[in-house]
């Protein structure tokens, strides 16, 4: 049993089970496969599990619909060939693709939610009269304006105004009703209970549902209508019985109906004064995991598990936890018992794929391999064997040497210049074919990645005759794959909290139960606008996450005796949240046994090292590669961000520079920022680049301004990452390019000199041996006009623009805020060093701060304190009053890397640890 205290509301079942007399078998309906897995681990007896059959309420609808469910690429493919023509618009079914899957989820959502055709019609020709402030009050507004990001989709939608998006739906619906198919909603709307099906059962009974759809509602009471039925609600009058509960909101609901309301009882175990809650305040998400992971390993006086598997389960809510949750269950011999959406983007299969991609392309065109084979290969090790032979013999085929033939160099090589998806397909099966015996969690993971991956790939291939890079690794990455871990009896259940229904522990971990991580906030893209939604009664996805999270977590607490929610504290480095307000309205309107810890009670002991890096000679060899040699026209230089990476962190530098270990980092806010930096860059160079060597005047300089929507167009084509919030990036990059040519147009006339300037050039140092040393850099743009020369760096990110001194650019506790200044200060200085210090031309590092640029009083360029006035800011014109103290402090920086006595340490600053990619080699997100 996983309960001791009290029954599972699953034992109930087998108890009813029991109690009727029964001469047929009972159909038993359950809304999760979990929630069979759970009670067929109940049912010891073998007679007992052949008396009844159970499915998902999934399962039970789909058996009884006259139509079949298509995958959705084949769905897409077919509404992308209908809205060619009921639209009359040609393009192609990759640009298709984003928007058809916003169309395909809106028509499921009609069918789901029972919605009238006509009905639809008439409303979608009304609405386009109606303002949106005449159906809705505004505080609801916001809300539903969250539920609806239309942004990259507001050019289709102006397609589908008035009749034309009915028509679609209803074209489709027809063509696809007609070969007896469709997709989910429809399947289910199509959905008739076959009384001969029924009838082979003595009862029908609905188990521990929760939100019902329109359409799951009225096929279930289509089969009360002849059958017998019963229903189990499970329920606690603590919520059921509070209106300003959500977490009873939908049983509520039923309890209203009339033929549902007999069947609801109101028990109440939540409130059991035995039952412990633990609100735990933690340092990071990840200290939160190893907490629980320890906990697991705790043992009884009796030297027994304190939390036996079998009656625990961590809750989670979204994927953000599972890969660290994953990798350190790993280590523990513990069976598993879970169903859940993994992101396939953190598999190795995933980075596996873009290697495979990358030899692809080489192979297509002519390139080198070697580097991608090897990568290939060394991603290829842990899964494959024999792996060092397939290196071998693709070196033979690599050096022509024909007398050497093997499968694997055959595939890879690409001799025979297979398109994309053939090439993936016969890859991926050739490594699917060799894969290791998965027998452990790494393996059991990649395995099911690479047959995910190689499922979608056939999908792939059926719809589309070719496919583009850009368009199958943006695929792929957004795609969740099922992890699935089947050891019901035995296993540790680890469950997602809106599909733990009708589960019940005595022991349970809650993880993350932060405000806006639990449950994690939803988008949802819809053309069916929102008054309308409103209006017609769709649910929005907001709404519904956060009823049924709320559901999942009271309803896991009802018979659970050892509750432990964890959170991370406000003002950690993984997040700015602060415990969520299921937790808070916990502490107020229960009696529970709430014991609030600041301190993690079961917290590892284990003590973190202090890792510091001595030069010994290994080391000098990494540092030498930037040293001026004979050869040295392939030596490495020190850019500005090796230096400010020195002054954050002289390890973090270690790892970049010297290790190379190359970890991709994502920006704390999103990937919005690094987008909107990148874009504004490549578009204000494809601006300057035909004027190289040009005067500009204010009017051509103001023409340029006709051309931000064309150039944007083709900066965002260019890109092989999707933008992540499209439309805002686009407004903005639109009104900043617009008034980036405003303020230059007030700058002109000047001549550009160059964009995109790569400059590299050596600095002397004097160590007990005379050293020099390559600084390298890339300038945004060089432009002069009266004998001065700007030298401009754009920069898209936080910074300040004032300096208190030359010095202050050189103090590792000022970095963070002085970053942009040095880069730009350093980049004027190369440049004078390059170009002649004896130079009559004044240059001045120019620092537009691309987010200021609409402040009235905004000055670009670079402000430092003034020595006789202390509350005075004045512009650098001319580096040439400044080179000297930056030089000298240049050579001191570059002395204390290059000192061997000198090792690298560790940054003081955690903040620095919360963006490094090396926080887990450091250990440094477990002590914030
Ligand atoms: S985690 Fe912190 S200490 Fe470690 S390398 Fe990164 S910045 Fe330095």
């Known amino acids: 049993m996983k309960t001791l205290t009290h029954q599972p509301f699953l034992a109930q079942i087998i108890d009813h089970l029991d109690r009727s007399n029964r001469n047929q078998q009972s159909l038993l309906i359950f809304p999760t496969q979990l929630s069979i897995d759970y009670f067929q681990s109940l049912l010891n007896k073998k007679e007992e599990q052949k008396s009844v059959t159970c499915l998902t309420l999934h399962q039970f609808i789909m058996m009884h619909s006259s139509i079949k469910p298509l995958p959705t690429l084949t769905l897409l493919s077919r509404l992308y060939r209908l809205a060619e023509q009921v639209l009359d618009r040609k393009e192609s079914f990759e640009q298709f693709y984003g928007w058809g899957l916003t169309l395909l989820q809106d028509f499921n959502g009609i069918d789901t939610h029972f919605l009238n055709d006509s009905g639809l019609c008439a409303s979608f020709i009304q609405q386009k009269k109606k303002t949106v402030d005449t159906f809705v009050d505004q505080n609801l507004l916001g809300s539903l304006q969250k539920a609806r990001t239309l942004s990259q989709l507001q050019e289709k939608e102006e397609l589908l105004v008035g009749q034309q998006f009915p028509l679609l739906y209803e074209s489709f619906r027809e063509s696809l009703i007609e070969k007896q198919e469709g997709y989910e909603g429809l399947c289910y709307r199509m959905a008739q209970p076959l009384p001969k099906l029924i009838a082979t059962y003595q009862e029908l009974i609905f188990i521990g549902f929760n939100l019902l759809t329109a359409v799951e509602e009225h096929f279930i009471q289509q089969c009360k209508a002849i059958a017998s039925t019963t229903f189990f609600w499970d329920v606690d009058a603590h919520y059921l019985d509070h209106p300003n509960n959500i977490a009873g909101h939908y049983l509520r609901q039923h309890r209203a109906k009339k033929w549902f309301q007999k069947s609801f009882p109101t028990p109440t175990y939540l409130n059991d004064p035995g039952k412990k809650v633990w609100l735990i305040e933690a340092s990071s998400m990840v200290a939160q995991v190893q907490a629980v992971v320890a906990a697991l390993q705790e043992k009884t006086n009796k030297g027994l598990p304190k939390f036996p598997a079998t009656q625990t389960a961590i809750v989670v809510s979204g994927s953000d936890l599972l890969i660290p949750l994953l990798d350190q269950l790993s280590k523990l011999s513990i069976p598993l018992h879970c169903k859940l959406e993994y992101p396939f983007s953190a598999t190795v299969i995933y980075t596996l794929l873009v290697q495979l991609v990358k030899l692809w392309e080489a192979t297509m065109e ?384 000047f001549t550009i000199l160059g964009v995109e300037v790569a400059i590299k050039q050596p600095i002397l140092l004097n160590l007990d041996i005379v050293r020099e040393v390559w600084l390298s850099g890339v300038i945004d743009r060089i432009d002069s006009s009266n004998h001065l020369i700007r030298i401009i760096d754009y920069k898209t990110g936080l910074s300040n623009y004032k300096v208190s001194s030359i010095a202050s650019l050189f103090d590792p506790t000022q970095v963070k805020k002085n970053k942009a200044m040095f880069q730009t200060f350093l980049y004027a200085w190369l440049f004078k060093s390059l170009y002649g210090a004896h130079g009559l031309d004044q240059v001045m590092p120019y620092l537009i701060h691309i987010r200021s640029l609409f402040l009235a009083d905004y000055k670009p360029g670079i402000f430092i304190q003034q020595s006789d006035n202390g509350k005075k800011y004045q512009q650098i014109k001319d580096i040439m009053e400044y080179a000297q103290p930056f030089e000298e402090a240049l050579k001191a920086l570059l002395l204390e890397i290059f000192n061997p006595a000198i090792p690298f340490v560790q940054t003081q600053d955690l903040e620095i640890c919360g963006y490094c990619p090396y926080v887990r080699i450091c250990q440094r997100d477990v002590v914030a």
């Not at 001799?415 to 074919?433: N, Q, V």
């Not at 819809?526 to 996450?545: E, Q, W």
Request: hydrophobic letters at 40%; aromatic letters at 10%.
């Open 366 to 749: 002519g390139n080198q391999l070697e580097i991608y084979i090897a990568n290939l290969l060394a991603l290829c090790d842990p899964f494959v064997k024999d792996m060092t032979q397939s290196g071998r013999a693709i070196g033979h085929a690599l050096s022509n040497d024909r007398s050497y033939q093997s499968e694997a160099s055959d595939i890879w090589l690409n001799k025979t210049h297979k398109d994309l998806l053939s090439y993936l397909k016969e890859g991926l099966a050739y490594i699917d074919h060799y894969f290791v015996e998965p027998d452990g969690l790494f393996l059991a993971l990649n395995k099911m990645a690479l047959r995910h991956l190689l499922k979608y790939i056939d999908g792939l291939a059926a719809e589309m005759d070719s496919c583009s890079v850009a368009f199958l690794l943006n695929r792929v990455k957004e795609n969740k794959m099922c992890f699935h871990q089947n050891h019901p009896i035995t296993g540790l259940y680890i469950v997602e909290v809106s599909a733990s229904y009708n589960l019940d522990f005595e022991h349970i971990f809650f993880l993350n139960m932060n405000e806006g991580a639990f449950p994690k906030p939803m988008h949802h893209d819809s053309f069916i606008p929102y008054d309308l939604r409103y209006t017609l009664g769709l649910p929005f996805l907001d709404k519904v996450a956060e009823n049924s999270t709320a559901y999942g977590f009271y309803r896991l607490l009802q018979r659970a005796q050892n509750i432990y929610c964890n959170y991370v504290q406000k003002n950690s480095l993984d997040t700015s949240s602060e415990m969520n307000r299921l937790l808070m309205q916990l502490t107020f309107d229960s009696k529970l046994k709430i014991i609030q810890s600041d301190h993690c009670i079961y917290s590892p002991t284990k003590s973190i090292p202090v890792i510091s890096i001595q030069k010994d000679d290994g080391v000098m060899q990494l540092l030498n590669r930037f040293l001026v040699k004979e050869s040295s026209a392939a030596a490495s230089s020190l850019t500005p961000s090796a230096l400010i990476a020195y002054l954050s962190c002289p390890l973090q530098f270690y790892f970049i520079y010297l290790l190379q270990l190359k970890q991709q980092v994502w920006p704390k806010h999103g990937a919005e920022a690094v987008q909107l930096g990148t874009l504004f860059h490549r578009v204000m160079a494809q601006f300057y680049q035909p004027f190289i060597g040009v005067e500009m005047d204010k009017e051509m300089v103001m023409q340029l301004a006709s051309n931000i929507k064309v150039k944007l167009k083709e900066a965002i084509a260019a890109q092989r990452t999707e933008l992540s919030a499209p439309m805002l990036l686009h407004t903005l990059l639109e009104k900043l390019l617009a008034r980036m040519v405003d303020l230059d147009g007030s700058d002109a006339p």
